[in-house]
C-alpha cells in the first residue's frame, strides 16, 4: 500500500527528451511511494531537479535554481531537495560541498532507483549515486504528462566520443532494452489511451549492437529496422516517431522501413552539426558532408515529403569563417523543415574544450545570428508545400492562445491550430490548410473522416 501522508511533489526538467522520459518515469515512482503533484516548487516537500548540462548556460541555470530552495530548506529543514540527470553524474559529490542542503544527487542511470534511494535519504543519509548502473527494467507507471504521445526509451547511454559532447560521460555506455519490452511497454500504453509513441536514443542508429543476434545470413538482428517491424503492428497506436539519428550509422534499409511501415511517421532528425569536412572530422563525427547529402537524396527519393530535421553547432573550435559558410551553404542547399542551432560552448572532460583555437564569443554570436535568419528563411519556405493540403492531424490540446481551437502535429511534426468544432482532444482530424508559418501551420478541420492506416 502506498504511503499517502508523504506529501507532494514538484520535478522540473532541463534538457532533452531523455531526461523528460526519465522525469516522467520518476514521477510515477514518486506516486506509488504516496506523494501527491504539488501545485509550486516553493510549496512542495519534495523538489527534484532534473539537469542538463549540455551547455554551460544549461548548467548555471540549476544552480541559481537550487540556490533559492537551499535557502528555504534552511527555514524548512523536512523539505526533501534532489538533484538527478546530467549535471547530477557531472558534478557528484562536489555538488554536495556547493549546496550542503541537498539530499540526494542522482545520475540519469539511477532515475529507476529513485525509491530505494530515497528510503536511504529518510533514514538520514546524504546520498550520492552516480556510479555506471545497469538500468533496471521500470516496473512503476510513469506519470506522462500527456495522454495521447509517449516516449519510449529504446537505448540508453552514448559510446560515441563527439569532441564536443558530455553526453557519454554523464549517460554512460549504450544499453538497449529488449525488443520484448519495448512493446510490452508499448501494448500498455496503447491500452491506456495513446496513440503516438517516440522511440528515444542519443543514437538510436545504436540500438540493439549490445544484444546478441545474427540472422542466418549472417546479419545483425535487433537492429532498429528490426525493432520497428517487432513493434509496428501494436493495436491502437497510429504513429510511431523516433530521434535522434546519427549520419555515421544512418542506413537506407531504415528508410525503406519509414516508407513501408504506416505507422511511422514521414520525419527524419539527423544532426549534422556541421557543413565543413575538416570540422567533422574534428568533431570525431564519423561521416563526410558528401556522405550527409547521399542521406538526404536517398531519404528524398524513397519519401519526397518527409521532414527532415538537424542540429549543428556553430563556433566549434578553430572554426573559420570560409568552414562557417559551408554549413550556410548545407542549409541553404537542403533546406531543413527545422534546426536546432548552438553556439559551440566548452564542456567539462571533453577534448574539444582544451583546444587552443577557441573561437571567440562575439564570433558565434554573429554566426548563430546569420544560421538563425537563414533557417527561418528556410523553414518558411518549407511549410509553403502545405498550403492548401489536408493534412493528418492528432489533435494533441488546446491551443494556449485560443480557447476555440485545437492543437496538434502533422505526421512530419509541423505544429497546426484549427477550430476545434465537434472534434477533441485525442481525434486524429483532417486538416484543410489555409496559413502557413516557418515553424507552424493553421487551417479548418475537412469532413471526411481521416485515412486510415
Ligand atoms: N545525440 C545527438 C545529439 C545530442 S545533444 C547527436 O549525435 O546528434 C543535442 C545537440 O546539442 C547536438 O546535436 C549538438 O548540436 C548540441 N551540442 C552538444 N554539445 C554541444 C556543445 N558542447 N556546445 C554546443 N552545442 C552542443
Ligand atoms: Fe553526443 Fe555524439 Fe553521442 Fe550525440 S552521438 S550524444 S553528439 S557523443
Ligand atoms: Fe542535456 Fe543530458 Fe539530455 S546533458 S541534452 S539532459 S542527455
Known amino acids: ?56 548556460n544549461a548548467e548555471q541555470k540549476v544552480y541559481s535554481y537550487l540556490g533559492r530552495q537551499a535557502r528555504r530548506k534552511r527555514d524548512n529543514p523536512a523539505l526533501t531537495l534532489v538533484v538527478a540527470g546530467c549535471v547530477a553524474q557531472q558534478e557528484g559529490e562536489s555538488l554536495l560541498r556547493r549546496v550542503p542542503e541537498l539530499d540526494l544527487v542522482m545520475g540519469p542511470q539511477h532515475a529507476n532507483r529513485l525509491d530505494t534511494l530515497l528510503s536511504q535519504v529518510e533514514a538520514g543519509q546524504q546520498v550520492v549515486a552516480t556510479d555506471d548502473h545497469h538500468i533496471l527494467e521500470d516496473i512503476t507507471t510513469a506519470r506522462r504528462d500527456s ?50 509513441i517516440t522511440l528515444l536514443g542519443q543514437n538510436i542508429d545504436a540500438y540493439g549492437r549490445d544484444l546478441p543476434g545474427i540472422t542466418p545470413e549472417g546479419r545483425r538482428q535487433n537492429t532498429l529496422t528490426d525493432l520497428l517491424h517487432h513493434v509496428h503492428d501494436v493495436e491502437g497506436i497510429e504513429r510511431i516517431r523516433f530521434a535522434t539519428s546519427h549520419p555515421r550509422y544512418f542506413t537506407e534499409r531504415l528508410i525503406e522501413a519509414c516508407a513501408e511501415l504506416p505507422k511511422v511517421c514521414e520525419h527524419f532528425h539527423v544532426p549534422f552539426q556541421s557543413g565543413d569536412d575538416k570540422l567533422l572530422k574534428a568533431m570525431a563525427r564519423g561521416y563526410t558532408t558528401a556522405r550527409y547529402r547521399r542521406i538526404v537524396e536517398q531519404i528524398r527519393k524513397l519519401m519526397p515529403d518527409a521532414a527532415i530535421s538537424a542540429d549543428a553547432i556553430v563556433g566549434f573550435p578553430g572554426e573559420t569563417d570560409a568552414q562557417f559558410r559551408r554549413t550556410l551553404e548545407l542549409v541553404d542547399e537542403i533546406g531543413f523543415d527545422l534546426l536546432n542551432t548552438a553556439a559551440y560552448s566548452p564542456r567539462p572532460n571533453t577534448p574539444a574544450a582544451d583546444w587552443p583555437d577557441q573561437v571567440e564569443e562575439h564570433v558565434k554570436v554573429e554566426r548563430l545570428k546569420e544560421l538563425n535568419a537563414l533557417v527561418e528563411r528556410k523553414a518558411k519556405a ?28 502533422t505526421r512530419t511534426n509541423r505544429l497546426t491550430f484549427f477550430p476545434a468544432g465537434s472534434h477533441r482532444v485525442g481525434d486524429t482530424v483532417p486538416v484543410r490548410i489555409e496559413q502557413v508559418r516557418a515553424f507552424s501551420l493553421s ?8 485515412l486510415v492506416r
Open 1 to 56: 500500500m502506498a504511503d499517502s501522508s508523504r506529501g507532494t511533489y514538484w520535478i522540473t526538467t532541463f534538457g532533452c527528451q531523455m531526461n523528460k522520459a526519465d522525469s516522467e518515469r520518476m514521477a510515477g515512482i514518486l506516486e506509488s511511494m504516496g506523494y501527491s503533484a504539488g501545485s509550486g516548487e516553493d510549496q512542495a516537500d519534495l523538489v527534484l531537479y532534473n539537469t542538463c548540462t549540455i551547455r554551460d
Open 147 to 196: 495522454s495521447l504521445c509517449a516516449w519510449v526509451n529504446v537505448i540508453y547511454g552514448c559510446n560515441e566520443r563527439c569532441t564536443y559532447c558530455v553526453v557519454p560521460s554523464v549517460r554512460g555506455q549504450e544499453q538497449s532494452r529488449l525488443p520484448q519490452a519495448i512493446r510490452l511497454e508499448m501494448e500498455g500504453l496503447a491500452a491506456s489511451g495513446y496513440k503516438e
Open 382 to 409: 518549407c511549410s509553403q508545400r502545405y498550403l492548401g493540403r489536408v493534412e493528418e492531424v492528432l489533435a494533441e490540446g488546446i491551443n494556449p492562445k485560443d480557447g476555440t481551437q485545437l492543437m496538434g502535429r
Open 443 to 450: 487551417g479548418s478541420a475537412q469532413a471526411q473522416p481521416a
